[in-house]
């Protein structure tokens, strides 16, 4: 593949899966994008991260068949059903996901509020 093919490609796998992320925030929540895989980790007693990864899991099987057997529909969608670019799209997104439990997860252990006011100790006044 030459290498204009291959950046028109990533282009537009990458501006459908923004497209994708956009159209499925709004359907689980506006505030909090990981609340759906937070709910599911309550419910299942594990980590959200865990429950991303169950996700993206189901299209990462999906593309290691397709390269295994060689039998894939080469399209986002058709009368079947969702097709390989949009498995790819969906899997991306589920990485962004992870990214973003991750990040979460990196501000829970590094208290960023004692960072920002630090409890500054005050002299002690003496006669």
Not at 78 to 91: M, S
Request: a negative charge; one cysteine or more; charged letters at 35%.
């Amino acid at each position: 593949m030459r290498n204009e093919q291959f950046i028109e490609l990533c282009g537009e796998i990458i501006e459908k899966s923004i497209e994708i992320l956009g159209n499925k925030g709004s359907e689980y929540t506006p505030v909090d994008r990981l609340a759906n895989f937070k709910r599911r980790a309550k419910l299942l007693e594990t980590n959200p991260g865990e429950i991303v990864v169950s996700d993206l899991t189901k299209h990462l099987d999906v593309l290691i068949q397709a390269v295994k057997t060689g039998e894939y529909r080469w399209c986002w969608e058709d009368e079947k059903g969702e097709g390989l670019k949009q498995r790819i799209a969906d899997a991306i997104n589920y990485l962004q996901l992870l990214a973003g439990y991750f990040e979460e997860e990196r501000g829970k252990q590094y208290n960023w509020e004692d960072h920002l006011n630090p409890k500054r100790e005050t002299p002690e006044i003496t006669d």
